[in-house]
């Protein structure tokens, strides 16, 4: 059965340094998000993407974040400068419908000290 | 704005007890609502949905039924098992914004043989 993997699968870097969060979708989708979920907390939204642009972020999504499908593979989450705050469990969905039924990773777990 | 809240956990149960998860929402309109179970080491994996009023869901003797007098979709099994063990998580979602999903925090399950 098609699943979406992430890469890695646990993260740790020092706070100010980039990192770049991977995500391989299912072959055949078109939309694509980003969740985190810090520890304890709710599942948030970060971003969708659909065509090749956002079509949505939420107020987490700042200029500190991008995303990116450098190919017709894989679909990134880079954070530029990396907060304590940025520590927390980050999830990539896809799907084929865009109406909710989405398609989750197993996460990177991000650590940032 | 949309949100959902869920029961806390954690739930331990004994094989073969009922289960019910509760999860409430607010929102506008006519959104769908989910339900998504995490197993250990994997990702997000939808387990049932409802896309209208009095709706059910359901899934691997897994049912919700979508209120909307009480703005609810509780998760319910009459007989859980220790595969069943997992974490589940309450979602919101509407198709017109390209399927940017509203979490709760989740609630782990752990059913003891």
């Known amino acids: 059965e098609p699943e979406v993997t992430q890469t890695p699968s646990h993260q740790v870097t020092q706070m100010g340094q980039e990192v770049i969060l991977r995500c391989v979708p299912i072959?055949?989708?078109?939309?694509f998000y980003w969740y985190r979920q810090i520890l304890g907390q709710k599942v948030e939204f970060l971003v969708s993407?659909?065509?090749?642009?956002?079509?949505?972020k939420s107020e987490i999504f700042d200029d500190q974040f991008s995303v990116e499908r450098p190919d017709g593979s894989n679909f990134t989450l880079k954070i530029r400068s990396t907060k304590l705050e940025d520590s927390a469990m980050y999830f990539c969905?896809?799907?084929?419908?865009?109406?909710?039924?989405?398609?989750f990773g197993p996460g990177t777990r991000l650590t940032v000290t | 704005g949309d949100s959902v809240t869920q029961m806390e956990g954690p739930v331990t149960l004994s094989e073969e007890a009922f289960l019910t998860i509760n999860c409430t929402y607010t929102a506008t309109g006519y959104p769908s609502l989910f339900w998504y179970v995490q197993y250990p080491g994997e990702g997000l994996q939808l387990l049932l949905k409802a896309t209208k009023a009095d709706d059910k869901g359901s899934n691997k003797g897994f049912e919700a039924t979508y209120r909307k007098e009480t703005t609810s979709f509780h998760l319910e099994k009459g007989s859980v098992q220790v595969s069943d063990s997992a974490v589940y998580f309450c979602a919101l979602g509407r198709g017109s914004t390209l399927g940017r999903l509203y979490f709760g925090r989740g609630t782990q399950l752990t059913v003891w043989p």
């Open positions: 072959s055949n989708h078109l939309y």
């Open positions: 969905a896809s799907s084929g419908t865009g109406d909710g039924e989405q398609y």
């Open positions: 993407f659909y065509n090749n642009e956002i079509s949505e």
